[in-house]
């Protein structure tokens, strides 16, 4: 099957700082990735939707500027935390579907991402 | 947009006996309906998913059910072992996006 890969596993950083997340799709192109955020005990979050060549769209409640996406290629996105505070530690995820599947392809996911803010 | 609804949170069945788990879903454009399987701090594995011009699907002790009038599906899962134990979550996929129920936590006991 297809394989997304993220980086890193784990992260620690100090309040106030920048966190970038990398999501790769290994084996296919991926024209949009998506972005989960999971708190401990609770269901996957869907964040923003990350397009290839064009700004990121964002789910209701999620801030942009807090939150920074970049899909500058057909196998790579990033999600920046930006100034992150304690709430913002959580597992994030990111998912791909192969360009061409249609949009109701298989959704491959990446290992996650835990973020701890201290 | 979609909202996926999904029961129970926890469910505790003996080894052996059968596991269900039902979702409803309130978007009827929704078309894709796909499982999740997840253990503790890894990524959600797919186990089995239908679309909607599917009634029911199964794959060996795994199968899923699909009532598009009433807008739910549920995942059968029979002859349950050990290592079925996890948390799982249904999904619902709409204008590409996948919306996730809110997790069943499954305990099979030996």
């Known amino acids: 099957g297809a394989v997304v890969s993220q980086h890193p596993s784990r992260v620690i950083c100090k309040s106030g700082t920048s966190v970038k997340i990398e999501c790769r799709s290994l084996?296919?192109?991926?024209?949009?990735m998506f972005w989960y955020r999971q708190f401990p005990k609770q269901s996957l979050m869907l964040m923003a939707t990350?397009?290839?060549?064009?700004?990121?769209?964002?789910e209701q409640g999620v801030e942009k500027d807090k939150f920074l996406i970049n899909h500058a290629s057909l196998t790579l996105s990033t999600l920046t935390v930006t100034s992150a505070h304690p709430e913002d530690s959580s597992f994030y995820i990111c998912s791909a579907r192969p360009s061409g599947t249609g949009g109701t392809g298989e959704l491959f996911f990446g290992e996650g991402s835990r973020l701890t803010v201290l | 947009g979609e909202n996926v609804e999904q029961h129970p949170s926890t469910l505790s069945v003996q080894e052996g006996d059968s596991a269900v788990i039902k979702c409803t879903y309130s978007d009827s454009a929704s078309n894709y309906f796909p499982w999740y399987k997840q253990e503790l701090g890894k990524r959600p594995q797919l186990i089995i998913d239908?679309?909607?011009?599917?009634g029911e699907k199964k794959d060996q002790r795994i199968a899923v059910t699909l009532n598009k009038t009433a807008k739910h599906f549920s995942l059968h899962i029979t002859e349950t072992q050990p290592e079925d134990s996890a948390v799982y979550f249904c999904a619902a996929i709409r204008a590409q996006k996948l919306v996730f129920g809110q997790g069943t936590r499954l305990t099979i006991n030996p």
């Open positions: 084996d296919f192109q991926a024209t949009t």
């Open positions: 239908i679309r909607s011009n599917v």
């Open positions: 990350s397009n290839e060549g064009s700004k990121a769209t964002y």
